[in-house]
């Protein structure tokens, strides 16, 4: 897999000038575009030009652009490419030179031969269950402990987990004693990984029973979570949820939506 925007410098110079045009809309100063990605001010006229002949940015003015709904999915669709493309090439280069850490599931002597397999989230290494995966224990450990392992072969496909949003009303609206609990128990009961996105729904966990692995940027680590084969749930006040779901579409991470509330479906 190679990233199509680095098969073109004009389409990765583009893909940044628009970046900077959404950080610092409507006022787009050229000169600090041009000084911040090495081009000339010119040349940020040019591809300025072009973005708002294919509608990506939209002018109020000389020199107020704004970055157009259209031109946000652009961004948000090369960055994920270029995201999903350094994830390969990290794992397939860091293979070879790191050291990951892995939990032992049995006493393992330094320079064991050792294979590797991903539960839960994260690493365990053995000495006897051929996985496809093996290395070199660069330590001794104890079961139930860490070790290091280095010089990784073979390839470990992880399939990105689905998210389960468990969307809640705010506290204008009942909060958490307006939430259906009945609904909210088999769903986080059934989810090895719970996060909570606001004090209403730390609550409703609360009033089933739950207490969430993560609250405070829960968000990114359910994320982290799906990417490492770890299945979800998000418990999420409601103003919060589109944000949310645009992360996730972003980041081509499946998911599905429960509406809670007490007039949910």
């Given at each position: 897999?190679?990233?199509?925007?680095?098969?073109?410098?004009?389409?990765?110079?583009?893909?940044?000038?628009?970046?900077?045009?959404?950080?610092?809309?409507?006022?787009?100063?050229?000169?600090?575009?041009?000084?911040?990605?090495?081009?000339?001010?010119?040349?940020?006229s040019?591809?300025?030009?072009?973005l708002?002949?294919?509608?990506?940015?939209?002018?109020?003015?000389?020199?107020?652009?704004?970055?157009?709904?259209?031109?946000?999915?652009?961004v948000?669709?090369?960055?994920?490419?270029?995201?999903?493309?350094?994830?390969?090439?990290?794992?397939?280069i860091?293979?070879?030179?790191?050291?990951?850490?892995?939990?032992?599931?049995?006493?393992?002597?330094?320079?064991?031969?050792?294979?590797?397999?991903?539960?839960?989230?994260?690493?365990?290494?053995?000495?006897?269950?051929?996985?496809?995966?093996?290395?070199?224990?660069?330590?001794?450990?104890?079961?139930?402990?860490?070790?290091?392992?280095?010089?990784?072969?073979?390839?470990?496909?992880?399939?990105t987990?689905?998210?389960?949003?468990?969307?809640?009303?705010?506290?204008?609206?009942?909060?958490?004693?307006?939430?259906?609990?009945?609904?909210?128990?088999?769903?986080?009961?059934?989810?090895?990984?719970?996060?909570?996105?606001?004090?209403?729904?730390?609550?409703?966990?609360?009033?089933?029973?739950?207490?969430?692995?993560?609250?405070?940027?829960?968000?990114?680590s359910?994320i982290?979570?799906?990417?490492?084969?770890l299945?979800?749930?998000?418990?999420?006040?409601?103003?919060?949820?589109?944000?949310?779901?645009?992360?996730?579409?972003?980041?081509?991470?499946?998911?599905?939506?429960?509406?809670?509330?007490?007039?949910?479906?």
């Amino acid at each position: 897999m190679n990233a199509k925007i680095l098969q073109s410098k004009s389409e990765m110079t583009k893909f940044q000038v628009l970046t900077e045009i959404a950080a610092h809309q409507p006022n787009v100063r050229q000169k600090e575009i041009a000084a911040k990605i090495g081009i000339t001010p010119q040349a940020v006229s040019e591809y300025i030009k072009e973005l708002t002949a294919e509608g990506l940015i939209h002018s109020d003015g000389r020199v107020r652009y704004k970055i157009t709904k259209d031109g946000v999915e652009w961004v948000l669709d090369n960055a994920s490419e270029l995201k999903r493309y350094s994830q390969l090439v990290m794992e397939d280069i860091i293979s070879h030179v790191s050291t990951w850490t892995a939990i032992c599931d049995e006493a393992i002597t330094k320079e064991d031969k050792v294979y590797i397999e991903m539960r839960k989230g994260l690493l365990y290494a053995n000495r006897s269950r051929d996985t496809g995966i093996y290395g070199t224990a660069i330590m001794a450990g104890e079961k139930g402990y860490d070790i290091g392992v280095t010089d990784l072969k073979g390839y470990m496909h992880i399939e990105t987990e689905s998210i389960t949003i468990c969307k809640i009303p705010r506290i204008k609206r009942g909060g958490s004693s307006f939430t259906n609990l009945d609904r909210l128990r088999p769903i986080v009961e059934s989810k090895p990984y719970i996060g909570a996105v606001g004090t209403e729904a730390l609550m409703a966990l609360k009033r089933v029973g739950i207490t969430p692995d993560v609250m405070f940027g829960a968000t990114e680590s359910v994320i982290q979570a799906a990417y490492h084969g770890l299945s979800s749930a998000v418990v999420i006040v409601e103003d919060e949820v589109s944000f949310f779901m645009a992360r996730l579409e972003s980041e081509s991470i499946p998911y599905e939506i429960m509406d809670l509330s007490k007039t949910g479906k």
